[in-house]
């Protein structure tokens, strides 16, 4: 599986927000589906999450 972190920018675009503000939402948004996108991967390794991980 593959996550790919530039649609979640395009999901933000439509907010209207500065690139830090932009971030801050995103960042926060990735902390709550970091832990829902690994349940549903049952073990499997999604590609490009490890970006969001802490």
């Not at 599986?1 to 503000?21: A, N, S, Y």
């Not at 995103?26 to 490890?50: C, F, H, Q, W």
Request: no cysteine.
């Amino acid at each position: 599986m593959i996550f790919v972190g530039e649609q979640l920018t395009d999901l933000m675009e439509p907010l209207g927000l500065g690139w830090r503000e932009r971030r801050e939402k995103e960042l926060a948004l990735m902390d709550d589906l970091v832990p829902l996108l690994k349940k549903r991967a049952t073990g499997r390794t999604i590609s490009g999450l490890n970006a969001y991980e802490q």
